[in-house]
C-alpha cells in the first residue's frame, strides 16, 4: 500500500478496501482487478446481477461494462457507494452500447 495526504496535509496509509466490480468479464477487467488487486485491495469481480445484502458487504463499488441497471437500494447498501464508468455521453446515449451511435452523431469522450 501507498500513502495518501489527508485534508491537513499530514502522510497517512491509504486504506485497505472490499471492492465490489460489477463488469463484462473479459481480460481488461481482469487487468483493472489486477491492478487494484496488485495494490493491496480485496476486488470481487462479477458479471451477475447482484443484491443489496450481498453489496452490504463491500467498502466501494466500480461498475463497468456492466449489463444490469442498479437500483438506489443496490447503490446505497455499498459503504461508499457505486462510481460508474460509461463509454458514452449521459443522458444522450445511455445504454449498454452506446459508442456507435456517439459517432454517428458527430459526439466522442467518455462520462463517468
Known amino acids: 500500500m501507498g500513502t495518501s495526504r489527508s485534508a491537513d496535509g499530514e502522510m497517512e496509509q491509504d486504506q485497505v478496501m472490499n ?3 460489477l463488469c463484462k468479464l473479459n481480460e481488461q477487467t481482469a487487468q483493472i482487478a489486477t491492478y487494484l488487486s496488485d495494490r493491496g485491495h480485496n476486488v470481487s469481480r462479477t458479471a451477475q446481477i447482484v443484491s443489496s445484502d450481498e453489496l452490504a458487504h463491500y467498502d466501494m463499488g466500480i461498475s ?3 449489463r444490469h441497471i442498479l437500483i438506489q437500494r443496490q447503490i446505497d447498501a ?3 457507494g457505486i462510481l460508474n464508468f460509461h463509454t458514452g ?3 444522450d446515449f445511455r445504454g449498454a452500447n452506446p459508442n456507435i451511435w ?3 452523431q458527430g ?3 467518455v462520462t463517468c
Open 19 to 21: 471492492i465490489a466490480f
Open 64 to 66: 463497468y461494462n456492466y
Open 102 to 104: 456517439q459517432l454517428i
Open 89 to 91: 455521453w449521459l443522458p
Open 107 to 109: 459526439y466522442g469522450g
Open 78 to 80: 455499498v459503504k461508499l
